[in-house]
């Protein structure tokens, strides 16, 4: 059973509409990341989030986009009125504490296509 | 300023032989810690091997190891006896402490028969 789970695994929007993609990981994670890769390209960091609340985001991270984790276990990631340059793969990332410590789990991605 | 560079945007490298991919990164935090993924076509992100900035020796997981020249900040991947199930796409990447993990912009393997 993979460490982090990502639903839905690809998503067909229209432009202007939200989407909600989501995350479960399994373990006791304390850390959790959405990333974005746009097709062929490097993978973005988007933003982290510990303890209930955001710890970083980047520039890409603007208010466009959300996180939460309402239920103590769901991870998601909301974007409002997409845009075609939203279309990318969306990853959600989860590791253990601290700067040092191992390594971090990858869900298998959620692609969002935006027409 | 980027913080992890991969200057090799694509390589290829003989079934068999090693292959050493190259990473340097820069951080003016002594506490980080460095990783190796792998994304083969399929989309998915493999973790490969990890090195904390404190550990003594050079990582090793299989036939991959990390070459940590820590003056240098470089973090080099080795990947030994490569099969062509190697050829992917593959991403250096760091962690600070209290930040995201940031990418580099990947470096592409071909592996031929």
């Known amino acids: 059973e993979p460490e982090v789970t990502q639903t839905p695994s690809h998503q067909v929007t229209q432009m202007g509409q939200e989407v909600i993609l989501r995350c479960v990981p399994i373990?006791?994670?304390?850390?959790f990341y959405w990333y974005r890769q746009i097709l062929g390209q490097k993978v973005e960091f988007l933003v982290s989030?510990?303890?209930?609340?955001?710890?970083?985001k980047s520039e890409i991270f603007d208010d466009q986009f959300s996180v939460e984790r309402p239920d103590g276990s769901n991870f998601t990631l909301k974007i409002r009125s997409t845009k075609l340059e939203d279309s990318a793969m969306y990853f959600c990332a989860a590791g253990t504490p601290g700067g040092n410590h191992g390594e971090l789990f990858f869900g298998e991605g959620s692609r969002l296509t935006v027409l | 300023a980027q913080k992890i560079t991969q200057t090799q945007p694509g390589m290829f490298v003989q079934e068999k032989e090693a292959v050493t991919l190259d990473c340097t990164y820069d951080t003016s935090d002594p506490s980080y810690g460095l990783f190796w993924y792998k994304q083969p076509s399929s989309g998915e992100m493999i973790f490969l091997i990890y090195q904390g900035s404190y550990d003594q020796q050079n990582a090793t997981e299989g036939r991959y190891s990390l070459n940590f020249q820590k003056a240098r900040k470089s973090a080099n991947l080795v990947i030994s006896a490569s099969q062509l199930g190697d050829s992917a796409m593959y991403f250096c990447?760091?962690?600070?402490?209290?930040?995201?993990?940031?990418f580099g912009a990947g470096t592409r393997l071909t592996v031929k028969p």
């Open positions: 373990s006791n994670h304390l850390y």
């Open positions: 989030f510990y303890n209930n609340e955001i710890s970083e």
């Open positions: 990447a760091m962690r600070e402490p209290n930040e995201g993990v940031r």
